[in-house]
């Protein structure tokens, strides 16, 4: 993996960055072992204010190269709010600058200058900062185990509304997850296709069930009542004692009747399941069983079965993405790797695909929940982290954890690029080049008034990444069609140094993932031989809205790989 | 006159070499620093 380092590339190099550090008369010195063993680059001196100093570390991501900048530790530095929990200093503050540090000795002059500011002129930092949200204060550290605990200011009068969400209670669903045989003889049923909502929660419910020669006369409840104690009288006594026998009063037992029905398809048959819940009163209810099966999909897109091998790795959990992973889900495919470090907040939900029962929640472990309720028997991995960041546990362990990642999207079918963070999406397209991973990059523009679907692909004519398409844009050589966007756009900036958000409204979102979905598809069903039309272009341009109209409409065409391009370059 | 309220001196003083002047030697030239990546559509991108 060494080659992909920043540091092995021809615009970058360790000696590089020790050269600014001494140029500036910055006192910061490579921390050699940490780099001999790891391949992590770290360094370590003091920042200064006059006679002051405090240690700070300078912590290079591995996506460095790709535009994501260094960071600067300093844990023992009091400059309030600008330090995160981990001792990380915000500069990102306009203050300190436009555009963000492009190398270490200039994040750490930011970080002298955030210093100086906060010790003798606050109110230039408080001034910029006056429409901007606390970005610590409103943080909780989410894990799936965790309980909400919110602090109330306790100023006297002061109420109102929480509305919290659990999802781990909803919804209302069960599997059955174990079959024994009795009669005629002892064994286990392994693949038990069924899936029935029985509780609402997910204790495991136990009982008894038998085999009919043809369908129960009357599936009404009131019928069955009838039925059972005419006929299976027996078996009705058995399951009131399973209810009977368990500690909890109000658990019921299961009463299954599995038998012969016409389907899937006309004049075929199948297993159907009827599930009574028996509790030991005698009181019976009626849930509704599914009955589950692997062809359910592809009856309805057939030309799409081949693709329920593929893996499709979704780099970008957002509103955007999660519609990408849920049509992709829908249409059949049947693994995929979700990379986001972010959490669902309630305002992310009037574009997202998840609700307000995933507030709070990974968005990756919301959204695999959603596939699983989609397709059951899809396989869902979970990469919390910023692709090419600094979401690793430990320093030793940044630069193997990026590789982990990296050889995973490798290994994908499909990588599906939605990141907002364009320095994610160079780091993609970078990781794809010459590994034969197309990489499939969707985005949409200010307002959500238009979008592209960007496909890069190696072959004897390969394709040109997120880079060469702001390449032809400078300088031109290639026709790119201007994308439509608001003129008067607005950010949405949701905590601190969060990437920033925009306002417009979900249903353009949909339209651009159905964009990027259809040509997911035919990307995927290329691969697998299925019968779908081919991709004849590289870049998809997509019009919502314009001033005075809301129609869509879309353009293609060709990008080839432009000449100065630092991520086609190697 | 206390020193400290001379009306050469400046309320909040800088450090002194930091940040404005980086104390770059003047034999050496300023080494180019790394551009960043032309982003498409300006960078005005959103997922």
């Known amino acids: 993996m060494s080659r992909n380092r920043w540091w092995n590339s021809p615009q970058h190099s360790v000696e590089d960055e020790q050269a600014w550090f001494a140029d500036t008369g910055l006192d910061f010195a490579l921390d050699e072992e940490l780099f001999r063993s790891s391949e992590v680059v770290v360094f370590r001196g003091n920042l200064r204010l006059g006679e002051r100093a405090s240690p700070a570390s300078v912590i290079y991501p591995p996506a460095y190269d790709a535009g994501q900048h260094p960071l600067v530790v300093a844990p023992a530095l009091d400059v309030g709010r600008h330090r995160a929990p981990n001792g990380a200093l915000c500069l990102d503050h306009p203050v300190l600058g436009e555009t963000a540090p492009m190398c270490g000795a200039e994040a750490v002059e930011r970080a002298e200058r955030l210093w100086h500011l906060w010790e003798h002129d606050r109110a230039a930092l408080h001034e910029e900062e006056a429409d901007a949200p606390d970005p610590w204060g409103n943080y909780v550290e989410y894990a799936d185990e965790s309980a909400i605990l919110l602090a109330l200011p306790e100023a006297p009068g002061e109420r109102g509304y929480l509305d919290l969400g659990i999802s781990s209670l909803s919804p209302c669903r069960g599997s059955l997850l174990r079959l024994r045989q009795t009669h005629p003889e002892p064994r286990e049923i392994a693949a038990v296709p069924a899936v029935a909502e029985l509780l609402a929660d997910e204790r495991s419910i136990e009982g008894v069930w038998q085999r009919l020669d043809a369908p ?4 009404g409840l009131y019928g069955i009542q009838g039925w059972l104690q005419r006929e299976h009288s027996a078996l009705l006594k058995r399951a009131i004692d399973y209810a009977g026998a368990h500690p909890d009063p109000q658990m019921p037992a299961l009463l299954g009747f599995v038998f012969p029905d016409e389907g899937p398809e006309r004049g075929a048959s199948h297993d159907a399941w009827l599930f009574l819940l028996i509790r030991r009163d005698d009181g019976m209810e009626v849930p509704r069983p599914i009955d589950l099966h692997r062809e359910d999909a592809w009856l309805r897109q057939p030309n799409l079965a081949a693709i329920s091998s593929k893996t499709v790795a979704v780099v970008g959990a957002g509103a955007l993405g999660s519609q990408i992973a849920s049509l992709l889900a829908r249409a059949g495919v049947g ?14 939900r009037v574009r997202h695909e998840l609700d307000l029962t995933d507030v709070g929640r990974y968005k990756t472990a919301g959204l695999a929940d959603r596939l699983r309720r989609l397709n059951p028997r899809c ?8 692709l090419g960041g600094l979401d690793a546990p430990m ?44 990489v499939l990059h969707a985005w949409v523009g200010p307002g959500a008034w238009g979008g592209r679907i960007l496909i890069q692909r190696d072959g004897p004519q390969p394709s040109g990444c997120t880079e060469c398409l702001a390449r032809w844009q400078e300088g031109g050589g290639v026709e790119i069609p201007p994308l439509p966007e608001d003129p008067h756009p607005v950010e949405v900036l949701e905590a601190g140094c969060a990437d920033p958000s925009f306002t417009g409204p979900g249903f353009e979102l949909t339209a651009a993932a159905a964009a990027a979905v259809r040509v997911a598809a035919q990307l995927l069903a290329e691969q697998a031989g299925a019968d779908y039309p081919l991709v004849d272009f590289d870049l998809l341009t997509l019009g919502f809205r314009a001033a005075i109209h809301a129609q869509p409409e879309s353009r293609k065409g060709w990008l080839p790989v432009h000449p100065d391009c630092t991520i086609c370059s190697g | 006159m206390p020193e400290h309220d001379g009306p050469d001196k400046p309320a909040h003083p800088e450090p002194p070499g930091r940040p404005d002047d980086p104390g770059r030697p003047d034999d050496k030239p300023p080494r180019p620093k790394p551009k960043p990546k032309p982003k498409p559509d300006k960078g005005r991108t959103y997922g």
């Open chain 1, 216 to 219: 129960p006369p009357d599936p």
């Open chain 1, 335 to 348: 693994h995929f790797l979700l990379v986001d470090p972010d959490v669902f907040t309630a305002g992310n």
């Open chain 1, 379 to 386: 396989e869902v991995r979970e990469r919390r982290q910023r």
């Open chain 1, 395 to 438: 320093l030793s362990a940044i630069q193997a954890e990026d590789d982990q990642l990296a050889s995973e999207l490798i290994g994908a079918d499909l990588i599906v690029n939605s990141s907002a963070d364009s320095t994610a999406g160079f780091h993609c397209a970078k990781l794809a080049c010459g590994t034969g991973t197309p």
